[in-house]
């Protein structure tokens, strides 16, 4: 079993800037896609960023511009994950989980990191 960890986030003054990282558990393990999930308490997890081990990006409308994400491996490995937060408003204030997806002849399976707390205050 592969699990992601999570590290970054913490308090934040508004207009500053924080990094958050994801890593597999597992070196052996390369998924197919990784991404940024933020949720707020009683709201639906949402998507504001992913990569593709291929290095294709997204970004939601919200994040697009401040936000980047990045992949710490080389060629299609995809094992580690960086997002960089910019010009962070309140309204970025959530908790941020890690994800990821493999792709399997049959299906796929998705994997959550445990979330970390960031907090923008004015």
């Known amino acids: 079993q592969v699990q992601l960890v999570e590290s970054g986030g913490g308090l934040v003054q508004a207009g500053g800037s924080t990094r958050l990282s994801c890593v597999a558990s597992r070196r052996d393990f390369s998924f197919s896609a990784m991404g940024w999930y933020r949720q707020d308490p009683g709201k639906q997890r949402e998507l504001i960023a992913s990569i593709a081990k291929d290095g294709t990006t997204n970004y939601a409308g919200s994040v697009k511009d401040r936000f980047s994400i990045s992949k710490d491996n080389a060629g299609n490995l995809l094992q580690a994950v960086s997002l960089q937060m910019e010009l962070l408003k309140p309204e970025d204030t959530a908790v941020y989980y890690c994800?990821?997806?493999?792709?399997?002849?049959?299906?796929?399976?998705?994997?959550w990191g445990q979330g970390t707390q960031v907090t923008v205050f004015l």
């Open positions: 994800g990821a997806i493999q792709d399997y002849a049959l299906g796929y399976e998705t994997y």
